[in-house]
């Protein structure tokens, strides 16, 4: 069996951690370097449900998307959830580590996972890092469909395909609206609608939309918004980084046993219709 150093080094090699942004918090979070790993538990978010969950499994490692702390602390005390998530972490011999925005822009990236739930044919990265000569990494994805669809028709492609969360599918736009080529982007979106329009895109899926952005988006131009749950946005990437895992393992005769958490860790709970006073 490899030494969590190994299989650390196997995934800085996907995700190089010098790839993130400079504000981002990525890298191992706890662990013992010499301790061996027989069993990887892959998930969004590094919260106590999925610290549970390895610990049912038997994992060794959990690989997170999102960071436990990305901002610093001066306290792991058990007292708080996130120090909690720490102490059931070290005190059942679990390691935790995180690939974050270094996973965003890799080559297969976070969006390449979205694209392919999506079943979306990826052309060439929305911003495209100027560090890579080939032209595959960057944030987000350009995408063509397979065939010519509606706005509407679209959205419940997406409703169909990405995980069931209480946020469901927002659009904005014309439900009529053809569309051909796609922008995805695993995660909070609403920053990237220049790049968005100078894509010349029909449609443009990913999450967190706010009012304001949103608004000026559609008065702007035709372009259909689809706005999906942060987390169902991002978890293809743990079924795409779990399978790249795991051809490590048969390479190096590791013998992993590589699992992706189907616990549903978006925060938003419930959902209900709009049903109130008329306007």
Same mark, same amino acid.
């Given at each position: 069996?490899?030494?969590?150093?190994?299989?650390?080094?196997?995934?800085?090699?996907?995700?190089?951690?010098?790839?993130?942004?400079?504000?981002?918090?990525?890298?191992?979070?706890?662990?013992?370097?010499?301790?061996?790993?027989?069993?990887?538990?892959?998930?969004?978010?590094?919260?106590?449900?999925?610290?549970?969950?390895?610990?049912?499994?038997?994992?060794?490692?959990?690989?997170?998307?999102?960071?436990?702390?990305?901002?610093?602390?001066?306290?792991?005390?058990?007292?708080?959830?996130?120090?909690?998530?720490?102490?059931?972490?070290?005190?059942?011999?679990? =390691?935790?580590?995180? #690939?974050?925005?270094? $996973? %965003?822009?890799?080559?297969?990236? *976070? /969006?390449? !996972?979205?694209?392919?739930?999506?079943?979306?044919?990826?052309?060439?990265?929305?911003?495209?890092?100027?560090?890579?000569?080939?032209?595959?990494?960057?944030?987000?994805?350009?995408?063509?469909?397979?065939?010519?669809?509606?706005?509407?028709?679209?959205?419940?492609?997406?409703?169909?395909?990405?995980?069931?969360?209480?946020?469901?599918?927002?659009?904005?736009?014309?439900?009529?609206?053809?569309?051909?080529?796609?922008?995805?982007?695993?995660?909070?979106?609403?920053?990237?609608?220049?790049?968005?329009?100078? =894509?010349?895109?029909? #449609?443009?899926?990913? $999450? %967190?939309?706010?009012?304001?952005? *949103? /608004?000026? !988006?559609?008065?702007?131009?035709?372009?259909?918004?689809?706005?999906?749950?942060?987390?169902?946005?991002?978890?293809?990437?743990?079924?795409?980084?779990?399978?790249?895992?795991?051809?490590?393992?048969?390479?190096?005769?590791?013998?992993?046993?590589?699992?992706?958490?189907?616990?549903?860790?978006?925060?938003?709970?419930?959902?209900?219709?709009?049903?109130?006073?008329?306007?």
């Amino acid at each position: 069996m490899p030494r969590l150093s190994e299989v650390i080094a196997a995934l800085d090699a996907l995700w190089p951690p010098e790839r993130a942004e400079q504000w981002d918090a990525v890298g191992t979070v706890c662990g013992d370097p010499d301790a061996e790993v027989t069993r990887v538990l892959f998930a969004v978010d590094p919260v106590q449900e999925i610290a549970d969950e390895a610990i049912r499994l038997g994992a060794d490692l959990i690989v997170t998307h999102h960071p436990l702390y990305l901002r610093g602390t001066t306290t792991v005390a058990a007292g708080h959830f996130k120090g909690r998530v720490v102490h059931t972490l070290i005190k059942n011999d679990i =390691a935790l580590h995180v #690939a974050h925005t270094n $996973a %965003d822009t890799a080559d297969p990236g *976070v /969006s390449d !996972a979205l694209a392919g739930a999506l079943d979306l044919r990826v052309v060439r990265p929305l911003v495209p890092d100027p560090t890579d000569p080939g032209g595959r990494r960057g944030l987000g994805r350009i995408c063509e469909l397979d065939h010519p669809e509606t706005l509407d028709e679209f959205a419940a492609r997406a409703a169909k395909r990405l995980p069931v969360t209480a946020h469901g599918i927002r659009v904005a736009g014309d439900p009529g609206l053809l569309v051909r080529t796609v922008a995805v982007s695993g995660g909070s979106g609403d920053s990237l609608f220049d790049h968005v329009r100078a =894509a010349e895109v029909d #449609a443009f899926l990913t $999450a %967190d939309l706010r009012h304001h952005p *949103v /608004s000026e !988006a559609t008065q702007h131009s035709p372009l259909g918004l689809v706005d999906a749950a942060h987390w169902a946005t991002e978890w293809p990437w743990c079924e795409q980084a779990a399978a790249q895992l795991d051809e490590i393992s048969d390479r190096h005769g590791w013998g992993l046993r590589v699992h992706v958490s189907r616990t549903v860790t978006d925060p938003w709970s419930s959902h209900h219709d709009s049903s109130g006073a008329p306007n």
